[in-house]
């Protein structure tokens, strides 16, 4: 009976695959502070406006924007916020093309690093493509 489960595993999987990408994107992001590091990651959106940032300790929050389509609009377009009391206010942010540059040391962001304007803390990140087949 194995063999009949396998089989019917196989067989969904290729019924499947016309349907999907060849090969996904998505955008992984390793956040450190306060001497943790978490991979934060993306896929794409063609709803910017809806990817809401995240919190990285009590103060920064980082959010990814990652976009294939259209193609005069694909970007990847990281902002990091200090969250003041009045609000997320914009410290940081970068913008790269879709596709990005041939990854290096660190991605194909390089490391970046970005500080808090009042409390005097330290946000190092970096970002790579990750491919999902």
Not at 33 to 43: C, D, L, W
Not at 55 to 81: C, H, K, N
Not at 110 to 116: A, D, I, K, N, T
Request: hydrophobic content about 45%; charged content about 15%; proline content about 10%.
């Amino acid at each position: 009976m194995a063999a009949n489960t396998e089989g019917w595993w196989a067989a969904a999987l290729i019924a499947a695959a016309p349907g999907l990408p060849a090969h996904a994107d998505s955008v992984a992001c390793h956040v450190t502070y306060g001497g943790e590091t978490r991979v934060i990651g993306a896929a794409a959106t063609t709803q910017p406006l809806a990817v809401a940032p995240v919190s990285i300790g009590s103060y920064f929050m980082f959010r990814i924007v990652f976009r294939q389509e259209p193609a005069d609009l694909a970007t990847i377009r990281l902002t990091t916020y200090a969250d003041r009391d009045e609000g997320p206010t914009i410290i940081h942010q970068v913008t790269w093309p879709h596709p990005p540059p041939p990854a290096a040391a660190h991605g194909f962001t390089g490391l970046h690093f970005v500080y808090e304007p009042v409390r005097d803390g330290e946000l190092q990140y970096w970002c790579e493509m990750k491919g999902a087949p």
